[in-house]
């Protein structure tokens, strides 16, 4: 009779044979050797099985659908065969940081109520390097009440995949992963139902590397519409099919359906200034639909006929009005504290745009071309009455951050190409000339210091 181990390494995997190398080996590399791997191949057409045959550990047991099945599935297929008394969720485009299995496991080991432990993560691309991070959602580590914990979790997935660990018991009595939800967002719906049966912890640490890349599937299912109709079925099949183990459904519902909105909201709006205005239109549409309420006001109306127009300052000027009003539905919640500032007007920053723009119509003449790092928000541009774009470009940068400076010389060079005059850095965005610094010493030795009395520094772009 084979050994029990104590921990199953679980790794769907769908053409992602690239990276799955570095993915095993991050889980052989552990300092905890008490694991099982159980690698399940979904119909791939690319090398997996080259990758496989050059692994020969024991401890590593593969298997492979002839058709696609689906990550849900994938993920089912996987516990069958797993034998641990806890179970880890690697994809195969992620790794493992050394103490990964170790610093999970005693977790769990040490809190008998904790049925899942969740940790920090780094963020990196295709090549494995560092992309800006994304905040942790607590401070320090901590237990959650499950019954707690469901009620921000329900709100926005702040669970990272790589970085799990969950008790066998809890996913025997939870059952299987749900393949009606679609390619995105079954792990949010599992870790809520794991929430309902238990308390959940954080690990400060950082544990594993979590991948960004063109073709993973929070990339794919994001460019699109994809992404955010999947959280809309998760938020329906967990109150539909578990509401009656919560205190107050109803009221939880309408805070996860407002969550939902904001999401779309920010969604479409990144969609707009990226140049795909019917994404944008499908994502408005989609919030509305979460809190038809919001049809109740005139800034509703008025946000709708912006965005059908592509007009981007009464775009963004009704999606605060419209945001705020959600935002009283999230009162006292996490995801609402965070998002308060977008809604919120800031007597300062408001300060500093006015001088900025009145620094940049004395110095840019009108006609010109100008690009403002604003973070998508035109309302600069609008102030200033010059015409001109965000940098970045979200239409050639979707990520909105350049990876490093040589990232956004070239985003820059490629913007002036097209025509772009000047280049404006507001007060309040001057850390970038620090955080990339070559691309600051690029602007100040390129191109000429046109103003910066006021509010912003503004280069003209010749050379």
Request: hydrophobic content about 40%; charged content about 25%; aromatic content about 8%.
């Amino acid at each position: 009779m084979p050994r029990i181990p104590k921990i199953s390494v679980c790794i769907p995997c769908r053409n992602h044979g690239g990276f799955l190398k570095a993915a095993l080996d991050s889980v052989l590399g552990q300092t905890e050797q008490d694991f099982e791997v159980i690698v399940w191949d979904d119909a791939s057409r690319d090398a997996m099985a080259t990758v496989m045959a050059s692994f020969e550990d024991s401890r590593i047991r593969s298997f492979r659908s002839e058709r696609r099945r689906g990550v849900a599935s994938s993920r089912n297929a996987c516990l069958e065969k797993a034998r641990g008394r806890y179970i880890a969720w690697l994809d195969a485009d992620d790794v493992y940081l050394p103490g990964m299995l170790a610093a999970q496991s005693a977790v769990l080991d040490e809190n008998p109520r904790v049925g899942l432990v969740h940790g920090a993560f780094e963020l990196i691309d295709a090549q494995g390097r560092s992309l800006r991070a994304w905040a942790p959602p607590f401070g320090a580590s901590r237990i959650e009440n499950g019954e707690e914990a469901f009620a921000e979790l329900v709100l926005s997935n702040y669970i990272v995949a790589p970085t799990v660990l969950v008790r066998r018991a809890c996913h025997d009595r939870v059952g299987p992963y749900s393949p009606r939800i679609g390619p995105s967002s079954t792990d949010w719906e599992m870790w809520l139902r794991i929430a309902l049966h238990a308390d959940l912890a954080f690990n400060h640490e950082v544990v594993a590397r979590y991948r960004l890349h063109g073709e993973s599937i929070t990339a794919r299912t994001t460019r699109g519409t994809a992404r955010l109709r999947c959280d809309a079925r998760v938020v329906r099949a967990i109150f539909r099919h578990h509401g009656s183990r919560l205190p107050d459904p109803r009221a939880l519902q309408a805070r996860a359906r407002a969550a939902l909105a904001v999401r779309a909201l920010n969604h479409a709006w990144d969609a707009l200034v990226g140049g795909r205005r019917l994404v944008a239109l499908r994502d408005l549409a989609l919030a509305f639909r979460a809190v038809p309420a919001l049809l109740a006001g005139a800034d509703a109306w008025r946000l709708g006929a912006a965005y059908l127009t592509g007009r981007e300052y009464p775009a963004h000027r009704h999606a605060r009005s419209v945001l705020a009003r959600l935002l009283e539905r999230l009162e006292g919640t996490r995801l609402g504290e965070s998002h308060r500032p977008r809604a919120v007007a800031d007597a300062d920053w408001e300060k500093d745009l006015a001088l900025a723009a009145e620094e940049m119509r004395r110095v840019i003449p009108d006609g010109c071309r100008v690009l403002v790092i604003d973070k998508q928000d035109p309302t600069l541009l609008h102030l200033s009455r010059r015409r001109g774009g965000h940098f970045p470009d979200l239409r050639f940068l979707p990520d909105g951050y350049p990876r490093d400076s040589a990232v956004a010389i070239g985003h820059l060079e490629e913007l002036r190409s097209r025509g772009a005059d000047y280049f404006v850095v507001p007060r309040q965005a001057s850390w970038w000339l620090d955080h990339y610094r070559d691309f600051g010493v690029h602007l100040a030795t390129k191109y000429r210091r046109a103003g910066g009395d006021r509010g912003c520094v503004i280069y003209r772009l010749s050379p």
